[in-house]
T-cell receptor, first 109, second 116 residues
């Protein structure tokens, strides 16, 4: 079983729609949580950290459920530029990050 | 913001040769550098963690004699793929953190290695 599991997609969503991704993690010692985006053949870039209380950054909302070991990302009013692979990432106290395989999103005009 | 410069961006080499990949932190001191490998449609897999001035710690299944990591200064870490084989073809990415943790994880732009 992978340590961080995501639905690989692809998700093909019309521009302006709302889309949600989910992720589950198996390491209960995970202390930090992130969503990264990765464009084709590029390095991952931090989209947002995820906090237990939930947090929002513009059109993006992230939620964390520690009891269920579940992380979500919601994108509202999706733009063409949101097309990318979204990586769910967890971290432990030793600074190591564990990446999910990513969920591929394509926004359709 | 923090920047990590990674070179080369892509490289094609013959089987049996060695390839060196460099990562430099341009405006901060990278006390810890992480090296990842990503195969197509797979997640980034951590290969090793290196701290400046000490030997790298390799993840299980990663051959330390094949993937040589040097972190001799606070701004430079190198990964050398020795005696490369076609199955080593992958996307290699470094990531750095600073002692103060001020910059989080800063990724290099990655190196696409193709071994022919």
């Amino acid at each position: 079983r992978k340590e961080v599991e995501q639905d690989p997609g692809p998700f093909n969503v019309p521009e302006g729609a709302t889309v949600a991704f989910n992720c589950t993690y198996s390491n209960s010692a995970s202390q930090s949580f992130f969503w990264y985006r990765q464009d084709c053949r590029k390095e991952p870039k931090l989209l947002m950290s995820v906090y237990s209380s939930g947090n929002e950054d513009g059109r993006f909302t992230a939620q964390l459920n520690r009891a269920s070991q579940y992380i979500s990302l919601l994108i509202r009013d999706s733009k063409l530029s949101d097309s990318a692979t979204y990586l769910c990432v967890t971290g432990t106290g030793d600074e190591k990050l564990t990446f999910g395989t990513g969920t591929r999103l394509t926004i359709i005009p | 913001g923090a920047v990590v410069s990674q070179h080369p961006s892509w490289v094609i080499c013959k089987s049996g040769t060695s390839v060196k990949i460099e990562c430099r932190s341009l405006d901060f001191q990278a006390t810890t550098m992480f090296w990842y490998r990503q195969f197509p449609k797979q997640s980034l897999m951590l290969m090793a963690t290196s701290n400046e001035g000490s030997k790298a710690t390799y993840e299980q299944g990663v051959e330390k004699d094949k993937f040589l990591i040097n972190h001799a200064s606070l701004t430079l870490s190198t990964l050398t793929v020795t005696s490369a084989h076609p199955e080593d073809s992958s996307f290699y990415i470094c990531s750095a953190t600073s002692l103060e943790g001020l910059y989080g994880y800063t990724f290099g732009s990655g190196t696409r290695l193709t071994v022919v």
